[in-house]
């Protein structure tokens, strides 16, 4: 494994012959935070990344949410993945201040991302999970709650395990800033809601 810098000053790793950029490995986390639990992922309903989360506040590298509006499930929540791709970013990680607070930190579910072998499942930090990226550009879960592959009692067991208390503020932030890039929310409400009901008509005529 060795690891380089870009004609654009952007840190790469290669790892048996294949070379990841910290932004093609953020939108391969973003892709893993909507799998659903068949395909061991927490199936986000909504995952982005690198969106601010406040004025000096963490900028998650991918995070996801997740309401399926029962709680007895334990499953709702939001799902924070940092991305590594060099040995020192991620020895340098647990000295920002939301990892030596993690109570602070985004994230009820957390979990590490780099190429394989880069970190050592032993190295993580109490309940945090750890994907590895293949040389073929999969995604390999080797710690967390997604590790369980049964359903019911032993997966509801597992999320508790490594379930972890998040800063809803910043997330709450992180929210209503994306909701402002992407513009008029009402507008676009209405417009989603014009097309269903258009939907529903010609499904009406058809029938």
């Known amino acids: ?28 986390a973003v892709s893993w935070l909507g799998r659903p639990k068949s395909q061991q992922g927490h199936g986000c309903h909504v995952a982005v990344s690198e969106v601010p989360s406040g004025w000096n506040g963490e900028i998650p590298d991918a995070i ?18 940092e991305v590594k791709v060099s040995r020192a970013d991620f020895l340098a990680d647990k000295n920002k201040p939301h990892r030596i607070n993690p109570e602070t930190g985004m994230g009820n579910w957390r979990y590490y991302l780099c190429p394989e072998g880069l970190i050592h499942s032993s190295e993580l930090p109490d309940k945090w999970g750890l994907l590895y990226v293949t040389p073929r550009g999969g ?27 998040a800063n809803t503020a910043r997330e709450r932030f992180l929210m209503v800033r994306l ?7 009402d507008e ?4 989603i809601k014009k097309m269903r009901n258009q939907y529903r008509a010609l499904q009406k005529e058809k029938n």
Request: hydrophobic share 30%; proline share 4%.
């Open 188 to 191: 676009t409400n209405k417009r």
């Open 64 to 81: 996801g949410f997740r309401e399926t509006g029962e709680p007895r499930f334990g499953d709702s929540g939001s799902v924070l993945v």
């Open 1 to 28: 494994m060795t690891q380089q810098y870009s004609l654009l000053g952007r840190l790469t790793v290669t790892c048996k012959n294949k070379t990841w950029t910290h932004q093609a490995l953020c939108d391969k």
């Open 139 to 165: 995604i390999k879960p080797i710690a967390g709650a997604v590790m369980e592959k049964r359903y019911g009692e032993p997966y509801e067991s597992s999320l508790r395990s490594f379930h972890q208390n």
């Open 179 to 185: 909701f402002q890039r992407i513009g008029n929310i």
